[in-house]
């Protein structure tokens, strides 16, 4: 699993969000079938962007609680 293509994927959809703040919420298992990996790999790579603070994880105070990523301000 190439960990910059999969940042790149997920800045790309942070970037080209139409919501304000500009975030996303993503499902591990779509991601995994467009890179054809198990979902646990976008997972663990996901966390790792998250604690090099590459990304930031968030959760959702309205209903549904997603977890949501940003970029970094």
């Known amino acids: 699993m190439d960990k910059e293509l999969l940042f790149q994927r997920i800045e790309n959809m ?6 304000s703040p500009k975030y996303i919420s993503f499902s591990t298992v ?19 962007l998250v604690e090099e603070g590459r990304l930031k994880k968030a ?6 609680s997603y ?7």
């Open 14 to 19: 942070i970037i080209s969000s139409t919501k």
């Open 67 to 73: 977890e949501v990523y940003m970029l970094p301000s």
């Open 59 to 64: 959760q959702l105070s309205e209903l549904p």
């Open 30 to 48: 779509k991601m995994a079938d467009l890179f054809g990996v198990k979902p646990i790999e976008i997972e663990r790579e996901v966390q790792k």
